[in-house]
């Protein structure tokens, strides 16, 4: 593994002292990344050539969101999914989805416009992943984890990463476009501990893993043969999740946890950095549309 020098271009480009940052994700119809700080409910967004920011709805706890082809949001809160238009108005769309849950934690949208959404559970087997189709219905594709987090496809759609923080390994299955099967499921990476806790994770068009690290102060790229090839360390502890954004997706938005509203450190502050390789675009959701 190697480490270049990426800290002077680490830059913090906004700040609300999130206690729990996360689920980055780029808009290009608007320019700007949205992410949100799931305890507080709190949504925000960024335009990439003017930095210029704002909150710009708060409700009940976010674990995760997409876009839906329409142009609304699609939330994942506590126990429930639902929909937030362009005027701020909220509609619950799915309500007790699974009574095991603490909450939803990251969510990802497929090509045909299914969500995968994972789960943080009330105990260490209760979280697990789960598939929202077109038509509202959900299912259970597996449990037997605290921590359900970050997802991604391989630049060929052939197959589907997952991570489970609770055990620190990063999950590769066959994944069927059709069927929005996930199948095989296999260890594709095992976390050190003196690495951090494996979190959110973005993949780019080259198929290498940007993986985020709570506790790690690092975002680690591993190649898609497995292979550990650099760290990007950050002044903060509690990195948390990544995505792609700009026009051509050749920046990397990195969120992080443990804001203070009190100080000023940049605990939970959002992050950019300028990355060799570009990302792919992420999938829009059309849940009951």
Request: with cysteine.
């Given at each position: 593994?190697?480490?270049r020098?990426?800290t002077a ?14 689920n ?9 990344l ?5 305890d ?27 876009f ?6 699609l ?7 639902a ?8 509609r ?20 045909e ?18 598939r ?9 594709l ?8 970050g ?12 991570t489970?923080?609770t ?7 066959d ?19 003196s ?6 994770l973005?993949?780019?068009a080259?198929g ?11 975002m ?7 292979k550990l ?16 954004g ?7 938005y990195?969120?992080?946890a ?31 549309l």
């Open positions: 593994m190697s480490e020098n990426w271009n680490v830059e913090a480009v906004a700040n609300y002292h999130c206690r729990t940052g996360e980055p994700l780029w808009n290009e119809r608007d320019g700007c949205y992410w949100e700080d799931i507080s409910g709190r949504l925000f967004r960024i335009n990439h050539e003017t930095l210029k920011h704002e909150c710009f709805y708060q409700g009940d706890v976010i674990g995760g969101f997409t839906q082809e329409d142009g609304s949001l939330l994942f809160e506590t126990n429930r999914v929909t937030l238009d362009a005027k701020g108005q909220r619950v769309l799915l309500d007790g989805v699974d009574s095991d849950m603490r909450r939803f934690n990251d969510v990802i949208a497929d090509p416009g299914r969500v995968f959404a994972g789960t943080i559970g009330k105990d260490e087997q209760a979280g697990g992943l789960y929202v189709d077109l038509d509202g219905t959900v299912t259970s597996w449990k037997g984890t605290g921590c359900a987090n997802m991604g496809f391989t630049p060929d759609l052939r197959h589907f990463y997952w489970c923080s055990t620190r390994r990063i999950y590769i299955a994944y069927d476009r059709a069927r929005g099967a996930l199948e095989n499921r296999t260890v594709f990476y095992q976390a050190d501990a690495e951090g806790t494996p979190d959110g973005a993949v780019d080259t290498t893993l940007w993986s985020a690290r709570w506790g790690g102060s690092a680690l790229q591993i190649s898609a043969d497995a090839l650099e760290r990007i360390p950050f002044p903060v502890t509690r990195i948390s999740s990544a995505a792609f700009g026009p051509t997706l050749d920046t990397l990195v969120t992080t443990g804001g203070q509203v009190t100080d000023d450190a940049q605990d939970g502050a959002l992050y950019r950095i300028k990355t060799p390789g570009r990302g792919t675009p992420e999938f829009r959701s059309r849940v009951l």
